[in-house]
């Protein structure tokens, strides 16, 4: 009968270090989302399997290129997923099937190279915004099967809950991301 309590009270300190650990790092980290839709291909089709990074936007601000996932500011209980197009303080034009974006660093404008988009890919909408302090514009890799900033506005920067981290499933497509290079 020892053995038996001995054994009981191993597996409850297993599962309450367990749980010590888990919960942490499930809800202040790293969280998993699953891809719903097909706003974000050709980079992340319908079923994919993510893991979002929570904690870096804590202490950095979030990047141009960068895919988010967020609460969609009409119904927070819903998660969207998109990539960051414009900053705050940004002007973002789309026009004639490109984006451009006007800051500090560019005043008289500079069109958005989308390197991880299909070439042909044109993004529908004529659209002049400018991004308060908080605010940032984000779109769909799928622009012509997207529900984004064209259609609902700005995002604001509460809504954000972290950025792409890891794809971990299916196995064949696993990888680490980082946000590209313009």
């Given at each position: 009968?020892?053995?038996?309590f001995s054994f009981v009270w191993?597996?409850?300190?297993?599962?309450?270090?367990?749980?010590?650990?888990?919960?942490?790092?499930?809800?202040?980290?790293?969280?998993?989302?699953?891809?719903?839709?097909?706003?974000?291909?050709?980079?992340?089709?319908?079923?994919?399997?993510?893991?979002?990074?929570?904690?870096?936007?804590?202490?950095?601000?979030?990047?141009?290129?960068?895919?988010?996932?967020?609460?969609?500011?009409?119904?927070?209980?819903?998660?969207?997923?998109?990539?960051?197009?414009?900053?705050?303080?940004?002007?973002?034009?789309?026009?004639?099937?490109?984006?451009?974006?006007?800051?500090?660093?560019?005043?008289?404008?500079?069109?958005?190279?989308?390197?991880?988009?299909?070439?042909?890919?044109?993004?529908?909408?004529?659209?002049?915004?400018?991004?308060?302090?908080?605010?940032?514009?984000?779109?769909?890799d799928n622009r012509g099967a997207?529900?984004?900033?064209?259609?609902?506005?700005?995002?604001?920067?509460?809504?954000?809950?972290?950025?792409?981290?890891?794809?971990?499933?299916?196995?064949?497509?696993?990888?680490?991301?980082?946000?590209?290079?313009?």
């Amino acid at each position: 009968m020892r053995a038996f309590f001995s054994f009981v009270w191993e597996i409850i300190k297993v599962v309450i270090i367990s749980i010590l650990i888990v919960v942490p790092i499930r809800y202040f980290l790293i969280q998993p989302f699953f891809v719903k839709g097909m706003s974000m291909e050709p980079s992340f089709d319908d079923g994919q399997y993510l893991v979002i990074d929570e904690i870096s936007y804590r202490f950095e601000s979030p990047e141009r290129g960068e895919v988010i996932v967020f609460k969609y500011p009409n119904d927070p209980s819903q998660y969207y997923i998109k990539r960051l197009i414009g900053l705050p303080g940004e002007t973002v034009e789309i026009v004639g099937g490109g984006i451009i974006i006007y800051n500090n660093e560019h005043p008289d404008g500079r069109v958005l190279s989308e390197q991880y988009l299909p070439k042909d890919l044109k993004t529908i909408g004529n659209i002049k915004l400018t991004l308060k302090e908080s605010e940032y514009f984000v779109l769909g890799d799928n622009r012509g099967a997207s529900s984004d900033s064209r259609r609902w506005g700005p995002l604001d920067r509460d809504f954000i809950v972290g950025r792409v981290w890891l794809r971990v499933w299916p196995f064949n497509t696993a990888q680490v991301f980082a946000a590209p290079a313009y």
